[in-house]
């Protein structure tokens, strides 16, 4: 009899645990989906950099259009290729909406990442995308603003990578955030996500005209 | 334009030079490697990516436990992670290989990592590896650079990529607008 309640407490325990162990991971995954839902957290806030073209650039200077604002580095092997390659594709399924949209690509490697390097390195992706770099003080800023994470790993021969953060932050004309748009997604997912506020405001637009 | 009509003669050309790589002896008792492709890396860089399809026959599971290149100081086999928007990669000891299953090390998960690279990567250029499997043991590909904005010669559209019930379901829509 007590070895049977004994059992009983423990499966009752394992069952607790393994409750625990199953909410902790669906926390962690919501998590990683919110980003394309709006929060109440405010991303961006004004900035100076230096664009690929050696310029020094504010954020007031972008006022009026919607910017994608994402962080990465030209060194970066696999995710920040992909990144750019998947914003040219869908700029390019956006068709003519597209020139509403100015993509910044803001260097997290402002040590290797020089304006020439960018503007060689931004060119072979899209001319549309625009690369931002500046003093390490000026990008740490940004990424500040934008609660973007990164950090230098050093390999055992000289040279590093850079973990940081691979979301995207839509911001409206008024230079405010819109939207965060999660690293995974397609440039199909992309382009839908952006016709559907470029609409949105078009639509809001219209009602105000309306007498 | 120019660059789509590019990216697709791209495509084309890591589908030819692929063919090249798979192992030409006896295919079917033996691992076999396709799509072997690696991105052009900036002058300043100093570790580059290699992608690549791994292929284990029927009735033999492997490892893939070490590369070798004359290219990089040192190779690594890598694992992008990607939580809470964070983007990492992990140096891991091994890739399993389960028999008669294909291994996709694409940009978003596996990769070969050259780390030290004795020159960058250009585009055309031709690196050699010596992939080491714990049963099979080396195997020599070679893996032809492609530019820094190449995508994955396998899905140069995103088959699988997302929703694709939605944006035919969009289509759907669209056409029933023409014929109101």
Wanted: aromatic residues 6%; contains cysteine.
């Amino acid at each position: 009899m007590s070895g049977l309640k004994s059992l009983l407490v423990a499966a009752a325990v394992a069952i607790a645990l393994g409750l625990a162990a199953a909410s902790w991971r669906y926390s962690g995954a919501k998590q990683t989906v919110a980003p394309s839902e709006p929060t109440n957290v405010t991303f961006g806030g004004p900035f100076t950099l230096v664009d690929h073209n050696g310029r020094s650039v504010t954020s007031q200077q972008f006022l009026g259009k919607y910017l994608i604002v994402f962080f990465g580095y030209t060194s970066c092997p696999a995710v920040c290729p992909t990144t750019l390659l998947t914003m040219s594709q869908a700029l390019d399924q956006l068709g003519g909406e597209a020139k509403r949209i100015q993509p910044l690509f803001v260097s997290v490697d402002p040590e290797r990442d020089t304006p020439k390097v960018l503007a060689e390195y931004v060119a072979q992706f899209d001319k549309r995308i625009l690369g931002l770099t500046g003093s390490a003080a000026e990008v740490a800023a940004v990424a500040r603003a934008f609660h973007v994470y990164y950090h230098k790993v050093p390999d055992d021969h000289g040279g590093y990578d850079i973990e940081h953060t691979a979301t995207m932050y839509l911001m409206g004309p008024d230079g405010k955030f819109l939207m965060l748009i999660p690293p995974e997604a397609s440039s199909r997912k992309i382009a839908m996500l952006l016709r559907e506020r470029l609409n949105e405001v078009a639509d809001e637009l219209t009602e105000q005209e309306k007498p | 334009m120019k660059m789509a009509v590019g990216r697709i003669a791209l495509v084309l050309l890591a589908f030819i030079t692929c063919a090249t790589t798979v192992s030409a002896d006896d295919a079917s008792s033996k691992i076999t490697v396709s799509h072997a492709w690696a991105r052009a890396t900036v002058p300043s860089a100093k570790n580059g990516a290699v992608f690549l399809t791994i292929t284990a026959p029927p009735g033999l599971s492997d490892k893939l436990i070490a590369v070798r290149s004359s290219a990089a100081e040192q190779v690594q086999l890598h694992r992008n992670t990607m939580e809470n928007g964070i983007a990492r990669m992990q140096s891991i000891a091994a890739i399993e290989l389960a028999q008669g299953k294909a291994v996709k090390l694409d940009p978003r998960g596996l990769h070969v990592m050259l780390v030290g690279l004795k020159r960058p990567l250009q585009e055309g250029d031709r690196i050699t590896l010596t992939l080491v499997f714990e049963k099979s043991g080396d195997m020599s590909v070679e893996v032809p650079v492609l530019a820094a904005n190449a995508a994955e010669p396998l899905s140069p559209n995103e088959a699988s990529a997302d929703s694709p019930t939605r944006s035919h379901d969009m289509h759907g829509h669209q056409m029933e607008n023409h014929m109101d």
